[in-house]
């Protein structure tokens, strides 16, 4: 039984490029949500998507980020044009109906 | 603004001792609520959840507690082991879990052997 699989587990980006994050929810799972996680800090919500449809963006910041869940495939969350204070953990969670499983995160490092 | 808020950063317990995780929240919109464990460079791992409409979950050695009068709710790990050291977030939900999670800050519990 496969849990939530996120990849990559560490990333590293230089200010201005694009970073690409992951996320295969368990088989089954049709709820994909994704947080955001300072250091010394709890998980913020960020986004909340179901098959080809975003249901919840409260929490995305208004440019530069931008999520999917197509039909196919993993969920991928994208950061255009990082900057340093991008640099956290990003985790994905999947869920069938109420508990939400998280994967192992991202790390994201912007130098 | 802070929907939910772990006022103890850290806690300290002796092995066979119980360790009593303490949460509380401000929205009266929540009815669903969960504690995550989480060790360095893992994701969150789900431990147990409570509906509003229950004040007790118990599941092996670890039992929630929910007081909606109050909104407080707490986690009782007993006995307490080494390996349950970790940070634990408590999180809350509304309509029934399915909605964004909001966590708090999180308590980083230190079993000592």
């Known amino acids: 039984n496969a849990g939530v699989m996120q990849n990559p587990r560490h990333l590293v980006r230089r200010r201005g490029q694009e970073a690409r994050l992951r996320c295969s929810p368990v088989?089954?799972?049709?709820?994909v949500y994704w947080y955001r996680q300072l250091p010394e800090e709890g998980l913020k919500f960020m986004v909340y998507?179901?098959?080809?449809?975003?249901?919840?963006e409260s929490g995305m910041p208004k440019e530069r980020f931008s999520a999917e869940f197509p039909k196919e495939g993993p969920s991928i969350l994208r950061i255009q044009q990082v900057v340093r204070g991008d640099s956290a953990a990003y985790f994905c969670a999947s869920s069938p109906a109420n508990e939400q499983y998280f994967g192992p995160g991202t790390r994201l490092t912007v130098t | 603004d802070q929907q939910v808020k772990q006022n103890s950063p850290s806690l300290s317990v002796q092995e066979g001792r119980i360790s009593i995780l303490n949460c509380d929240y401000t929205n009266s919109m929540f009815d669903y609520f969960l504690w995550y464990k989480k060790y360095p460079a893992e994701g969150p791992t789900f431990l147990i959840s409570?509906?509003?409409?229950?004040d007790k979950n118990e599941d092996g050695r670890f039992t929630v507690f929910l007081n909606k009068s109050a909104k407080h709710l707490s986690l009782h790990i007993v006995p307490s082991q080494p390996g349950d050291s970790a940070v634990y977030f408590c999180?809350?939900?509304?309509?029934?879990?399915?909605?964004?999670?909001?966590f708090g800050k999180g308590t980083k519990l230190t079993v000592n052997p």
């Open positions: 999180a809350a939900s509304a309509q029934g879990g399915s909605e964004k999670l909001v």
């Open positions: 409570i509906s509003s409409i229950k």
């Open positions: 998507l179901q098959k080809e449809n975003i249901i919840d």
């Open positions: 088989k089954g799972h049709s709820h």
